[in-house]
């Protein structure tokens, strides 16, 4: 096809798509495994008709379920920020930019405090030892020794609050403490 107009258009869709792409492969970057995860399972949860894209209607779906009451603009406005189909990339993209500033470290702990029943900020290192090898993306043994290793763990208590400290800020020097 040689006709003029339509080889503009197609110039001008892959440079959004390119843009798209620029965009969407730093977004993974911006993030932890954790909160990819967690990432992940919200999209799922979005996801009503686990097509593996969100439409409209997933997004109304899900704003719904929040309490929120959402305008058919408001969807369409947010649907349009997208410029594609909005897959789990995308949606990492598209969120991202309003997610930045969720605390990866209240995002660990909490997910260490879901173990911790009486929420004392420890969690026995043979309970977790267990727990990181049998669930989600299993550890081996190996992996929790290494971690073991730089943990701060007292009397077979292993302290997350500590440990989530030291995941993000580094360990204290030995004239610190």
Do not use: W
Request: aromatic share 10%; hydrophobic share 35%; charged share 30%.
């Amino acid at each position: 096809n040689t006709n003029m107009s339509s080889r503009k258009t197609a110039g001008r869709r892959a440079t959004t798509k390119k843009r798209a792409q620029r965009a969407t492969s730093n977004v993974f970057a911006m993030f932890d495994q954790a909160q990819i995860a967690e990432f992940k399972e919200a999209f799922n949860m979005i996801d009503q008709n686990h097509d593996g894209f969100i439409d409209k209607e997933d997004l109304h779906d899900m704003l719904a379920s929040l309490g929120k009451n959402p305008t058919d603009e408001y969807l369409e406005a947010m649907m349009n920020e997208a410029p594609g189909p909005i897959n789990f990339t995308m949606f990492l993209t598209l969120f991202g930019e309003r997610l930045q500033g969720t605390d990866p470290e209240d995002v660990i702990k909490n997910a260490f405090g879901c173990f911790d029943e009486e929420n004392t900020g420890h969690i026995n290192e043979e309970r977790l030892r267990e727990l990181l090898t049998t669930m989600g993306d299993r550890f081996t043994d190996d992996d929790v020794d290494e971690m073991y290793r730089e943990a701060p763990i007292k009397g077979s208590m292993f302290d997350y609050i500590e440990f989530t400290r030291i995941l993000k800020h580094g360990a204290k020097d030995k004239d610190e403490q």
